[in-house]
């Protein structure tokens, strides 16, 4: 039983937990612009009246495909794909760049099979192709 307990309350678990419960509010509140700003903006630029996409289908042989609530849903998917990419992707990618620079290099391009192979090899792993040994201070910087 020590081991459970452990388990749940170990710092990773509890950060999926509230990320599970912030990211399903945040759905909730993207649905919501979604149906009560996005939709009635639509409405408004063709034509004053409010469409309610929900509605909107069509039907095949007895069959009924509702178009107009997968359009919703598209538009949820892209604005919460907009904002995550924007607001965690792009910061994320930048900090972790500004970390990588600053690393000296470890490897180097194989000429041939354009691999990444360690800064002393003599051979690549790869290709096999014989390398020439460049001396470590003319190499260039990292």
């Known amino acids: 039983m020590g081991g459970f307990k452990k388990f749940l309350l170990r710092g990773n678990l509890v950060e999926l937990a509230v990320a599970v419960v912030i990211g399903a509010t945040f759905s909730g509140l993207i649905q919501a612009l979604v149906a009560d700003l996005i939709t009635p903006l ?5 034509g004053g009246r409010q469409p309610d996409f929900g509605k909107y289908s069509f039907t095949v042989n007895g069959s009924e495909f509702k178009y107009g609530d997968f359009i919703n849903h598209l538009l949820t998917f892209l604005i919460i794909a907009a904002v995550v990419y924007w607001l965690v992707v792009m910061p994320m990618t930048r900090l972790v760049s500004i ?4 690393q000296k290099s470890t490897e180097k391009e194989c000429p041939e099979c354009k691999s990444d192979i ?4 003599r051979r690549c792993a790869f290709c096999t192709a014989e ?7 003319d190499r260039p910087p990292a």
Do not use: E, K, Q, S
Request: negative net charge; hydrophobic residues 50%.
């Open 99 to 102: 970390f990588d620079r600053n």
């Open 42 to 46: 639509i409405g408004a630029i063709t």
């Open 131 to 137: 390398l020439t040994a460049v001396p470590a201070n």
């Open 118 to 121: 360690p800064l002393d090899a």
